[in-house]
């Protein structure tokens, strides 16, 4: 089967992780363009802003067509590679895939994460901006206590890897950055984690991740 024209713009240690590993799950070739953004500094290629004013990674562009959202993104790859059902294996394992890539991303990640890593965009008020982050852990906390519990084994989904362990991985990894004792509080979501270490993705991504941010 033949591939378009794939490139991939992401950062170290942001949510595109989770389709950074999809694109190498799926052993498609494609181009890779690295962007550097932490609490401190953000510094994306020259003209991002045409590619996505959005001025967000992850984005992945197919024969020049410009997808965003890791839920989208996630998406796109796994037409790449049907085989591997990254979707899930039946129309309920789907429709499950959904409802958590759909809540990781407007919940987990947008609604908790997002006070807690960029408390300004929450607030002009710097008096706030303490509160909110204090208030954004805890949302995060209650958010991965759901993730504990609706776990029942080293996949999110069925039986099978698909993109919702490796967008789960993200999170886990931005909760122990953070000062929680993931292995303690979580030991579901860890052994889950911990199995996913063993892709070969993944360790792929994490080496790829640690040359970027040292460089």
Known sequence: MAHPEIKFYWAPGACSLCPHVLLFETGVSFESIANLITK???????????????????????????????????????????????????????????????????????????????????????????????????NVQNCFDMIEGKLNGLYAVGNAFTVVDSYLFVFHRWGGGHGLDMKRAYPKYTAL???????????????????????
Do not use: C
Request: charged share 25%; glycine share 6%.
């Open 40 to 138: 401190e500094t953000v510094e994306f290629t020259p003209n991002f802003s045409s590619i996505n004013p959005k001025m967000r990674v992850p984005v992945l562009s197919l024969e020049g067509e410009i997808i965003t959202e890791v839920p989208a993104i996630a998406t796109a790859i796994s037409s790449f590679a049907p085989e591997l059902h990254l979707l899930g294996r039946t129309t309920m394992e789907t429709i499950r895939v959904y409802e958590w890539m759909n809540w990781l991303s407007g919940t987990l990640h947008a609604h908790a994460f997002g006070g807690l890593l960029r408390p300004e965009r929450m607030s002009d008020e710097k008096a706030a901006l303490p509160g909110i982050e204090k208030k954004s852990m805890g």
């Open 193 to 215: 984690v911990d199995n996913l270490v063993n892709r070969p993705s993944v360790q792929k991504v994490l080496e790829l991740e640690k040359s970027q941010a040292d460089s």
